[in-house]
């Protein structure tokens, strides 16, 4: 058999992506591999996606009181951390919150609401609405995580401008039951198949660092690749007070690394976004998401945590030799000097 190096870039190369037995060898590589890996990852990252960052942002626009119990999340049943809870805000706090994002740098922007899914009318008409506007007077780059959204719904946010549906399926099968009781996997897995095939872009990754195994990993790797999705966010734990994760922060910034350089391996072609948790879990690491795979990363702040300012990670892309994705329909920035 090809030796490993050889044989992992062959196999990324060829678009296909590595197949789990080599994937899981990427996530026991000693830290001495590092460069070696970042080597390899970082010309697949280029050859497919290049060297353009792109800059996602999100608004809170409805918090709290979800009837779902993910262990991670400080929206949960059974979350008593202290966060802000509201419910759906108007359009155009939506449409201000964007303004603000592009300002930022973002290209892309999304609209977030706790829940199992979206399903009233009035208030999916009014994200319909900052849609249109963010779309159509902004220039950005549109994307909703409303839960589990059925055809007709996706379908009427595509007619006003929406391009990405966001569904995270956050871990693998095996270990969902021990993140979330309350629905099945196979109900996100189905949220993930409608998007698609009612046309949208679908964003679709998880979260890291709740307990799961090397194997979890992989098999949420795998199960993504059937599933074809077209850009996976990456989200790394940051323990909440007050949630049942709190105080378990188990990922050191190689881990998160590998995790990432194992994602890009498997899913050459496809955009590899970096989201919440990345600068406690990273810490001084962070610039090396990019060569090990990563495409974007989110500026601003998370759902209920903060982020760092966003002209630190425009400088961090532009001292790594890299350009911000420009927006739809430009080419993107030149790297600057
Ligand atoms: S991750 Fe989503 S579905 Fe799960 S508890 Fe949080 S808001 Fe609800």
């Not at 994307?143 to 956050?170: F, M, Q, W």
């Not at 990922?251 to 998160?256: G, S």
């Amino acid at each position: 058999m090809q030796p490993f190096w050889g044989r992992i870039e062959q196999a990324a190369m060829a678009e296909g992506g590595i197949g789990a037995e080599d994937a899981l060898v990427v996530l026991a590589l000693p830290r001495e591999a590092l460069w070696r890996l970042l080597d390899v990852t970082e010309r697949v990252r280029n050859r497919f996606m290049g060297d353009a960052v792109r800059l996602c942002s999100i608004v809170n626009a409805k918090s709290g009181h979800c009837s779902e119990d993910c262990s991670f999340c400080s929206q949960s049943s059974r979350s008593e951390a202290e966060i802000p809870r509201f419910p759906l805000i108007d359009a155009d706090s939506m449409v201000e919150a964007a303004r603000s994002a592009k300002a930022r740098g973002a290209r892309e922007f999304s609209i977030v609401a706790s829940g199992l899914s979206m399903r009233n009318r009035e208030e999916l008409e009014k994200v319909g609405d900052a849609v249109e506007k963010i779309s159509g007077e902004l220039g950005l780059e549109t994307c909703v995580s409303l839960g589990t959204l059925p055809a007709d719904k996706v379908e009427y946010l595509i007619s006003r401008g929406l391009r990405s549906v966001h569904h995270n399926l956050e871990t693998s099968r095996s270990f969902f039951p021990n993140v979330c009781t309350t629905h099945e996997y196979d109900q996100d897995v189905e949220a993930v198949r409608t998007a698609k095939m009612a046309g949208a872009w679908v964003c679709c990754g998880g979260i890291f660092g709740l307990g799961e195994s090397d194997a979890d990993r992989v098999e949420l790797a795998m199960t993504l690749r059937e599933l074809d999705v077209d850009s996976i966010p990456v989200n790394f734990l940051n323990p909440v007070e007050g949630t049942p994760a709190a105080g378990k922060r188990v990922l050191t910034p190689f881990a998160c690394i590998k995790i990432i350089a194992m994602l890009r391996l498997v899913h050459p072609g496809r955009e590899i976004i970096i989201c919440g948790g990345r600068e406690v879990n990273l810490r001084d690491l962070q610039c090396l998401m990019f060569p090990a795979g990563a495409t974007g990363t989110m500026v601003g702040n998370y759902l209920t945590t903060s982020g760092r300012p966003g002209e630190e990670d425009q400088r961090m892309i532009a001292d790594l030799g890299l350009s911000v994705r420009a927006l739809c329909g430009t080419p993107a920035a030149p790297p600057r000097n």
